[in-house]
């Protein structure tokens, strides 16, 4: 067909120009996408569908000027990682986008300005997105398509409860977090898990006492929470609700699994010490790539109700974890590159993404929806109480970007699940990965509240929690025996192994004896000291040897003067953990004094001269 018989067969005059010049220019349409012209602007497919149906639709025009975030590498702290991100793309996005934002108040078009990805969404028509294409300054048009993020099985309230009466939930026992509350006394404290799902019914029983905003008496929802829903006709919740609210149900489940604990009978979550925040990304259920985009942001950076993300964001309120027990396939509309992009960026931020893989099993490969699909992100595959995979729990392995790769990372109970739900109850019969992510979250929260000195340190949490995983064979997508495989991952998460694997072990030993021990008299005391990094090889720490003697006086160990009276602690080293074999701190020495002593050998993750008694040993001694 002649380029003069295309244009007289078009009918609508701006589609047939794209045909046209892609046709003229030898420009092969591909990847969901329509090239405007020979080097130029990709067009997602969506967006001309939509135009071509509605005759408007919502768009995205990413900007080719992108921040550059590769210094957070070298930054030590999560906070200062976040500010640096949050600072170097906000600026970019203000300064580049001045001429586009200007073009556009001229035209009299609304717009919503992103920095997280350097982009700006609109509503237009072809005529809009025809002058659009010609800037000089635009990377690529993206849709922003409604798509059905909750593709879990339908709750069955019909089944019983797994757990009896009173006791705490099986979910919650199977990854032994109760052993780590009652063995190690933590419980997630000092840790912020954000959730970005349905909302939250915040002063659930359950979880009002978790929220950050909630300090006792009353409630600051500013920082705290963020609906990202602005347009929904007959929401229960409405639009940009200014207090926590769950038009659905899920996004209460879920964090209840990850914090809920009613203080009573109903122990739901994993790390009920660890507070929680929440943005609403989903219109019962159904989200936007904006509003996935504009919660993330919020994380990144909260900002007050009414805030501006560009102005008002706090990088120090961000927390430590996201749970995402949500999907958007591309086969609706959805970019994997910006989404992909925004979990890279979260993550670089030493924010971890926690994400529910999806529901499409039993069959090979059916990890394929963002974010569950990213390297990027942690993704949560599903069992029941017999540690059996969930038959509906997706499978690997993923081909993305020319990189095949094993798919969940790790596995979580996600079968028949009591959790909370809207109007302080409570309900089981839940079934889903959207149910496994959570215990992982929770997990998580454990292990950083435990180990605070790799607080933001995510690929090390990840190969921890992966390595220590109850490991659990899958041969059906071509898995040899062992972990990790395409069905479990590496395994059930198991937050007491992970604990015990990755804290740091001080021993201290009385001639060879972990005590009591008694000394007879004229009896040599060797006393020697060994220490197990665990995962904390390297991390800067303070190392404490002291002794109690008789009459009241403390002794500490120095390398530089050996062991000086002292009512002041004082550190044996300052310095980085290794794997310390025993070293004698004294040498068979006699005529001690009679009577009781407690010798004693402690490090703590931090470098600040005090004593803080994170991880320690003793053994009592008596001499005769």
């Given at each position: 067909?002649?380029?003069?018989?295309?244009?007289?067969?078009?009918?609508?005059?701006?589609?047939?120009?794209?045909?046209?010049?892609?046709?003229?220019?030898?420009?092969?349409?591909?990847?969901?996408?329509?090239?405007?012209?020979?080097?130029?602007?990709?067009?997602?497919?969506?967006?001309?569908?939509?135009?071509?149906?509605?005759?408007?639709?919502?768009?995205?025009?990413?900007?080719?000027?992108?921040?550059?975030?590769?210094?957070?590498?070298?930054?030590?702290?999560?906070e200062?990682?976040?500010?640096?991100?949050?600072?170097?793309l906000?600026?970019?996005?203000?300064?580049?986008?001045?001429?586009?934002?200007?073009?556009?108040?001229?035209?009299?078009?609304?717009?919503?300005?992103?920095?997280?990805?350097?982009?700006?969404?609109?509503?237009?028509?072809?005529?809009?997105?025809?002058?659009?294409?010609?800037?000089?300054?635009?990377?690529?048009?993206?849709?922003?398509?409604?798509?059905?993020?909750?593709?879990?099985?339908?709750?069955?309230?019909?089944?019983?409860?797994?757990?009896?009466?009173?006791?705490?939930e099986?979910?919650?026992?199977?990854?032994?977090?109760?052993?780590?509350?009652?063995i190690?006394?933590?419980?997630?404290?000092g840790?912020?898990?954000a959730?970005?799902?349905?909302?939250?019914?915040?002063?659930?029983?359950?979880?009002?006492?978790?929220?950050?905003?909630?300090?006792?008496?009353?409630?600051?929802?500013?920082?705290?929470?963020?609906?990202?829903?602005?347009?929904?006709i007959?929401?229960?919740?409405?639009?940009?609700?200014?207090?926590?609210?769950?038009?659905?149900?899920?996004?209460?489940?879920?964090?209840?699994?990850?914090?809920?604990?009613?203080?009573?009978?109903?122990?739901?979550?994993?790390?009920?010490?660890?507070?929680?925040?929440?943005c609403?990304?989903?219109?019962?259920?159904?989200?936007?790539?904006?509003?996935?985009?504009?919660?993330?942001?919020?994380?990144?950076?909260p900002?007050?109700?009414?805030?501006?993300?560009?102005?008002?964001?706090?990088?120090?309120?961000?927390?430590?974890?996201?749970?995402?027990?949500?999907?958007?396939?591309?086969?609706?509309?959805?970019?994997?590159?910006?989404?992909?992009?925004?979990?890279?960026?979260?993550?670089?931020?030493?924010?971890?993404?926690?994400?529910?893989?999806?529901?499409?099993?039993?069959?090979?490969?059916?990890?394929?929806?963002?974010?569950?699909?990213?390297?990027?992100?942690?993704?949560?595959?599903?069992?029941?109480?017999?540690?059996?995979?969930?038959?509906?729990?997706?499978?690997?392995?993923?081909?993305?970007?020319?990189?095949?790769?094993?798919?969940?990372?790790?596995?979580?109970?996600g079968?028949?699940?009591?959790?909370?739900?809207?109007?302080?109850?409570?309900?089981?019969?839940?079934?889903?990965?959207?149910?496994?992510?959570?215990?992982?979250?929770?997990?998580?929260?454990?292990?950083?509240?435990?180990?605070?000195?790799?607080?933001?340190?995510?690929?090390?949490a990840?190969?921890?929690?992966?390595?220590?995983?109850?490991?659990?064979?899958?041969?059906?997508?071509?898995?040899?025996?062992?972990?990790?495989?395409?069905?479990?991952?590496?395994?059930?998460?198991?937050?007491?192994?992970?604990?015990?694997?990755?804290?740091?072990?001080?021993?201290?030993?009385?001639?060879?004896?972990?005590?009591?021990?008694?000394?007879?008299?004229?009896?040599?005391?060797?006393?020697?000291?060994?220490?197990?990094?665990?995962a904390?090889?390297?991390?800067?720490?303070?190392?404490?040897?002291?002794?109690?003697?008789?009459?009241?006086?403390?002794?500490?160990?120095?390398?530089?003067?050996?062991?000086?009276?002292?009512?002041?602690?004082?550190?044996?080293?300052?310095?980085?953990?290794?794997?310390?074999?025993?070293?004698?701190?004294?040498?068979?020495v006699?005529?001690?004094?009679?009577?009781?002593?407690?010798?004693?050998?402690a490090?703590?993750?931090?470098?600040?001269?005090?004593?803080?008694?994170k991880?320690?040993?003793?053994?009592?001694?008596?001499?005769?």
């Amino acid at each position: 067909m002649s380029a003069v018989n295309i244009l007289r067969w078009c009918g609508k005059p701006f589609f047939c120009i794209l045909l046209f010049i892609a046709l003229t220019a030898g420009i092969a349409l591909h990847s969901g996408y329509t090239l405007a012209y020979e080097g130029s602007i990709p067009v997602a497919q969506r967006v001309l569908d939509d135009l071509a149906v509605r005759g408007t639709t919502e768009f995205f025009i990413i900007l080719k000027e992108q921040g550059d975030i590769n210094g957070a590498k070298t930054i030590p702290t999560k906070e200062e990682k976040g500010r640096f991100i949050y600072d170097t793309l906000r600026n970019v996005a203000i300064e580049s986008q001045v001429g586009l934002l200007q073009w556009l108040r001229s035209r009299g078009v609304l717009y919503k300005r992103f920095w997280i990805v350097n982009q700006v969404m609109v509503r237009g028509d072809e005529g809009l997105l025809s002058e659009v294409l010609i800037r000089d300054d635009v990377a690529r048009i993206d849709a922003n398509p409604a798509v059905r993020g909750i593709t879990d099985p339908e709750p069955d309230p019909t089944k019983p409860r797994v757990s009896t009466p009173g006791a705490v939930e099986w979910g919650v026992q199977r990854v032994n977090a109760d052993e780590v509350w009652n063995i190690y006394g933590v419980n997630g404290a000092g840790i912020v898990v954000a959730g970005q799902d349905t909302g939250v019914d915040w002063d659930h029983p359950a979880l009002i006492d978790h929220y950050r905003g909630w300090n006792g008496v009353s409630a600051d929802h500013d920082y705290n929470w963020h609906d990202s829903i602005h347009n929904s006709i007959g929401n229960p919740c409405g639009n940009n609700s200014p207090v926590p609210c769950d038009d659905d149900n899920h996004g209460t489940h879920t964090m209840g699994t990850v914090v809920g604990d009613d203080g009573g009978t109903n122990k739901i979550g994993v790390a009920p010490g660890a507070e929680w925040i929440a943005c609403r990304n989903m219109d019962e259920g159904v989200g936007t790539p904006a509003t996935y985009a504009e919660c993330f942001e919020w994380f990144m950076a909260p900002y007050p109700t009414g805030g501006d993300s560009l102005v008002d964001g706090d990088p120090s309120k961000a927390p430590h974890i996201i749970n995402n027990s949500w999907s958007c396939p591309p086969s609706e509309g959805c970019n994997q590159d910006t989404l992909e992009s925004i979990v890279a960026t979260t993550r670089s931020a030493g924010i971890m993404v926690v994400v529910s893989n999806g529901n499409a099993g039993p069959w090979c490969s059916t990890t394929k929806d963002p974010p569950a699909l990213y390297q990027q992100s942690f993704s949560v595959g599903a069992t029941d109480s017999s540690d059996s995979l969930a038959s509906f729990s997706s499978r690997g392995p993923v081909t993305y970007k020319g990189d095949t790769y094993i798919k969940p990372n790790i596995s979580a109970p996600g079968v028949n699940i009591r959790s909370s739900v809207r109007g302080g109850g409570y309900r089981s019969g839940w079934s889903g990965t959207s149910m496994a992510a959570p215990h992982v979250a929770g997990v998580a929260a454990l292990l950083w509240s435990a180990i605070p000195g790799i607080i933001g340190d995510i690929n090390l949490a990840e190969v921890i929690l992966e390595l220590t995983a109850f490991p659990k064979n899958y041969v059906s997508c071509g898995d040899p025996l062992g972990v990790p495989n395409n069905g479990y991952g590496y395994g059930i998460v198991d937050a007491l192994n992970a604990i015990q694997s990755a804290i740091p072990r001080p021993d201290i030993k009385v001639n060879g004896s972990d005590g009591p021990i008694s000394v007879p008299p004229g009896t040599p005391v060797t006393v020697t000291v060994s220490l197990n990094p665990g995962a904390l090889t390297g991390y800067p720490a303070d190392w404490w040897v002291a002794a109690f003697i008789p009459d009241g006086t403390i002794f500490w160990y120095t390398l530089d003067s050996g062991w000086v009276a002292s009512s002041t602690p004082l550190r044996a080293y300052d310095g980085a953990l290794f794997n310390l074999p025993p070293y004698t701190v004294l040498d068979g020495v006699t005529g001690l004094p009679a009577g009781p002593y407690l010798l004693g050998f402690a490090v703590d993750d931090s470098v600040n001269g005090i004593l803080e008694l994170k991880w320690f040993d003793t053994v009592d001694m008596t001499v005769e």
